[in-house]
C-alpha cells in the first residue's frame, strides 16, 4: 500500500513534456510496446518477448525508460513483473497516448504482433512465465 501512496505522489510530482512523451514513442519498441499494453492491459516480460520476438534484456530496457517516463506502472507478483500503461497520467497524455495507439493498432507490425501475442501456447495468467 505504502509502495502505491509513494508511486502516485512522485506521479502527480512529474510533469513529463511533451517532448519526452513523444520521444518514447518515436522509439519502434516502445510504441509496439505500448500498442499490446493498450489492447491487454497489463503483460508481463515474457508475452511481450514473445510478441515482439526481442530479447529480455531489450524489452526490460525500453520497459524502464517508459517507467522514468511516466508511461507504465509495474506490479509485482511473486518473482515477475507486470506492466500496464500508468492509469493516472496528466490527461493531456491520455489523449495524445489514446489517439496514438488507436490510430497504429491496425497497422503492421502492431496488428502482426497482436496476432502472435493472442497465438501465444500456454499464455501466462495470474502465474506467469513458468
Not at 515474457?46 to 530479447?55: P, Y
Not at 500508468?86 to 497482436?114: C, F, N, R
Request: proline share 5%; aromatic share 6%.
Amino acid at each position: 500500500m505504502l509502495d502505491h501512496i509513494y508511486e502516485m505522489a512522485y506521479i502527480k510530482s512529474m510533469h513529463t513534456s511533451p517532448e519526452i512523451l513523444f520521444q518514447m514513442l518515436a522509439d519502434t519498441t516502445r510504441l509496439r510496446v505500448a500498442v499490446l499494453l493498450q489492447r491487454y492491459g497489463e503483460l508481463c516480460v515474457c508475452e511481450l518477448t514473445h510478441a515482439l520476438s526481442l530479447s529480455q534484456p531489450k524489452i526490460s530496457r525500453h520497459l524502464g525508460q517508459m517507467r522514468e517516463a511516466g508511461l507504465v506502472q509495474t506490479r509485482r507478483a511473486g518473482r515477475w513483473m507486470y506492466y500496464r500503461l500508468h492509469p493516472d497520467i496528466q490527461p493531456w497524455m491520455q489523449s495524445a497516448l489514446d489517439s496514438t495507439l488507436d490510430g497504429v493498432a491496425e497497422l503492421s507490425p502492431y496488428k502482426e504482433d497482436a496476432q502472435v501475442l493472442a497465438e501465444m501456447p500456454n499464455r501466462p495468467g495470474a502465474s506467469c512465465c513458468a
